[in-house]
């Protein structure tokens, strides 16, 4: 027997990324749990960075596609801890990144509880080129679309190819 939470939970893991609309929310990590408290479906979201532009559309796909699905009360609450990590992002979301021409981001370093140190230069990272697979590429500029992506350059292809960064 499927519950009312459940199905709610099923109808906010259809809602599209408003900056990666190949990716749901789920697909991104960044859907974290739905409940149900005094007739409310909640919802709860880490964004990927705290000041994610995006985040206020987020809100309002997930309360949109809510209340069509005939749950009329919801709410959405913003989880910032633990921080979102490009980890969360699921092996279909990599996939689906990779399609899109979009290079996936690898495993995000780990630190430890304390402070994170600060570097002003990125750490060379090895990128996969999405078009021919070569790892023979350049970061061209640490930003790009968005804030989460960088853009590169391959070598072999001589194609330019965006990459979600390792957070």
Do not use: N
Not at 96 to 117: F, T
Not at 131 to 160: I, M, N, Q, W, Y
């Amino acid at each position: 027997m499927v519950t009312a939470v459940q199905t709610a939970r099923r109808v906010a893991e259809t809602v599209a990324d408003p900056e990666l609309p190949m990716l749901t929310l789920a697909d991104l990590g960044v859907l974290r749990e739905v409940w149900e408290e005094d007739g409310t479906i909640i919802v709860s979201i880490t964004p990927t960075y705290t000041g994610c532009p995006a985040l206020d559309t987020m809100r309002d796909d997930l309360v949109h596609a809510l209340q069509r699905a005939g749950y009329p009360r919801v709410e959405v609450r913003t989880v910032l801890r633990p921080a979102w990590s490009s980890d969360w992002i699921t092996a279909e979301g990599r996939r689906k990144l990779a399609e899109a021409g979009i290079a996936p981001p690898g495993r995000a370093r780990r630190h430890g509880s304390g402070p994170v140190p600060l570097t002003l230069v990125p750490p060379p990272s090895r990128v996969r080129c999405p078009r021919c697979g070569s790892t023979d590429t350049e970061e061209v500029s640490r930003f790009s679309a968005t804030a989460c992506k960088a853009l590169r350059r391959c070598h072999a292809c001589r194609e330019p190819f965006e990459h979600v960064k390792e957070i």
